[in-house]
């Protein structure tokens, strides 16, 4: 009994010291337990809850959740304050509807407990598809140097009731001044093999850095419009630019046949004396051509002195 005793899991007792007045979503007051509440999943419930102190002062916490996402847990809770006796308290808490929930009836509670009891009230909350929604799923995007083109990809599903299409991806670099755009033809809200449709796809688009842009992070912003342009969805990613490289130089080193390296044995070539014996070749040749050409006309002028005679 003692060892059965330790793996006992003990349940909260319903408390004396405080209880839950009242319930509102979105500014609607809840019934009796077991009221109804319909949410599109990406929305979020506007949560306030009432509850007064019944008896001595105690510590407690609200909580609102839903079980049944298999991906993380759906809940808000608020921070740790004392209840007072007589005294009404107002909770407000916001319990966010995650975009890939399965569409359904699901059971929402609303807890006030301590470290001893609890109170709760149960709800039912009908969770269905948004009309039009698309999800950003991912962006991809690569670092870049400047003066290169930068490459993103970006990932889209469409989580919504409605097929969508002319579906536009703008993306831009805001410090950088440049954007551009692309458009995807069409996302189905459910897949059809027949029709070789899907629910998502992704998109490639590329921007030119300019070239003198400095080196650092950067922040790409993904705006995705689709239902004609009356519907939006936003998303950021940060990629980095190195700055261009700097175009290689070559020095000329000038050594003087006058400096130790004789003394080691090494051949050292004089710059100055290399430039004046290219010159002197130069003044040669020439004169040989100068030369060259008198006596040419040395020969015609004596040739026409003997014409005439």
């Known amino acids: 009994m003692v060892v059965l005793s330790l793996f006992a899991v003990p349940t909260m007792a319903d408390s004396d010291n405080y209880s839950v007045s009242e319930v509102s979503v979105d500014g609607i007051v809840l019934g009796d337990a077991d009221s109804t509440i319909t949410v599109e999943r990406g929305q979020a419930l506007d949560l306030e809850v009432t509850l007064k102190g019944e008896s001595d002062p105690t510590d407690v916490q609200v909580k609102a959740w839903i079980g049944g996402y298999e991906h993380s847990s759906v809940q808000a809770t608020s921070s740790m304050f004392d209840v007072e006796d007589g005294v009404s308290y107002k ?20 807890e006030v407990f301590d470290g001893v009891e609890s109170e709760t009230n149960t ?16 962006v991809l995007v690569d670092d870049a140097e400047a003066g290169d083109r930068v490459s993103a990809t970006v990932r889209l599903e469409n989580m919504g009731d409605r097929k969508e299409e002319d579906i536009k991806v703008t993306v831009s670099i ?4 440049i954007q551009t755009s692309k458009y995807l033809d069409e996302l189905v809200s459910v897949e059809d093999d027949s029709e070789n ?22 922040t790409m912003n993904v705006v995705v419009s689709y239902d004609n342009g009356y519907e939006t969805t936003e998303s950021s990613q940060t990629f980095h630019v190195d700055a261009k490289e700097a175009a290689s130089t070559v020095t000329l080193v000038v050594v003087d046949s006058t400096t130790d ?13 290399s430039t004046d014996e290219e010159s002197n070749k130069d003044f040669s040749t020439a004169l040989r051509l100068g030369f060259g050409i008198l006596a040419v006309l040395v020969v015609v002028l004596a040739l026409i002195l003997v014409v005439r005679k």
Request: aromatic residues 6%.
């Open 197 to 218: 449709a899907e629910t998502s796809d992704s998109v490639t688009l590329s921007l030119q850095i300019p070239a003198d842009a400095v080196a650092g992070d950067y």
């Open 261 to 273: 390296s004789a003394e080691t044995g090494d051949v050292v070539a004089d710059a100055t004396d």
């Open 91 to 110: 909770v407000n808490l916001n319990l966010e509807m995650p975009q890939d929930l399965e569409a359904g009836a699901y059971t929402l509670y609303v």
């Open 123 to 138: 709800y039912t909350v009908l969770v269905s598809k948004a009309r039009h929604l698309v999800n950003i799923q991912d």
């Open 174 to 177: 805001t410090e950088l001044g």
